[in-house]
Nanobody, 120 residues
Framework: QVQLVESGGGLVQAGDSLRLSCAASGRTFSSYAMGWFRQAPEKSREFVAGMTWSGGVSAYAVSVKGRFTISRDNAKNTVYLQMNSLKPEDTAVYYC?????????????WGQGTQVTVSS
């Protein structure tokens, strides 16, 4: 089983950058695909980015491709989401998630989320 704790959210202005981190517990972290999701007010949770355990395969939502980058450090049991050129529509609670296998949803384990607010 994997436990996940996100950090790094905050209030930024449009055009700024922010890096989210997700610390995972569990000795088998390196065998899990990791993903980031987000949920804006009154909207469904949506997939943002995902990466396989080896880092060899990554996937992004169309809305963030070219602006966001997912990465992981298996030695530190941590996955990151670098967010550049942030827009007000990126405002949401961001969740880290883990699963075995491919980067495609559904995911099995979830963090509590971290708020990202982008002002215009």
């Amino acid at each position: 089983q994997v436990q996940l704790v996100e950090s790094g959210g905050g209030l930024v202005q449009a055009g700024d950058s922010l890096r989210l981190s997700c610390a995972a517990s569990g000795r088998t972290f390196s065998s899990y695909a990791m993903g980031w999701f987000r949920q804006a007010p009154e909207k469904s949770r949506e997939f943002v980015a995902g990466m396989t355990w080896s880092g060899g395969v990554s996937a992004y939502a169309v809305s963030v491709k070219g602006r966001f980058t997912i990465s992981r450090d298996n030695a530190k049991n941590t996955v990151y989401l670098q967010m550049n050129s942030l827009k007000p529509e990126d405002t949401a609670v961001y969740y880290c998630a883990a699963k075995r296998g491919t980067v495609n949803p559904p995911y099995d384990y979830w963090g509590q989320g971290t708020q990202v607010t982008v002002s215009s």
